[in-house]
């Protein structure tokens, strides 16, 4: 089993920036950002496999950047120009084959 804790949400203003950071108790090699807002589905956001290889959702595209360090155990999500549809809270999980989900970080922009 894998624990995943998130961390670096908060309320920013929209046209502001967050970063995510989520740490995962041991190495996954593709990994995704995922993300539900009040009343709708969890989604896919983000992704990133072992090779670096990265896609987004075509809402965040050109404002999100996901990101892992060397040891593919933290994954990060650079947000800028945030919308107050950004709204959510944000997970992390292995992209593919998901794990168990850690508790999230809010994520609030308001206009």
């Known amino acids: 089993q894998v624990q995943f804790v998130e961390s670096g949400g908060g309320l920013v203003q929209a046209g502001g920036s967050l970063r995510l950071s989520c740490a995962g108790s041991?190495?996954?090699?593709?990994m995704g950002w995922y993300r539900q807002a009040p009343g709708k589905q969890r989604e896919l956001v983000a992704s990133?496999?072992?090779?670096?290889?990265?896609n987004y959702v075509d809402s965040v595209k050109g404002r999100f950047t996901i990101s892992r360090d060397s040891t593919k155990k933290t994954v990060f999500l650079q947000m800028n120009s945030l919308k107050p549809e950004d709204t959510a809270v944000y997970y992390c999980?292995?992209?593919?084959?998901?794990?168990?989900w850690g508790h999230g970080t809010q994520v609030t922009v308001s206009s």
């Open positions: 999980n292995a992209y593919g084959e998901l794990y168990g």
């Open positions: 990133i496999t072992a090779g670096y290889t990265t």
């Open positions: 041991r190495t996954i090699y593709h």
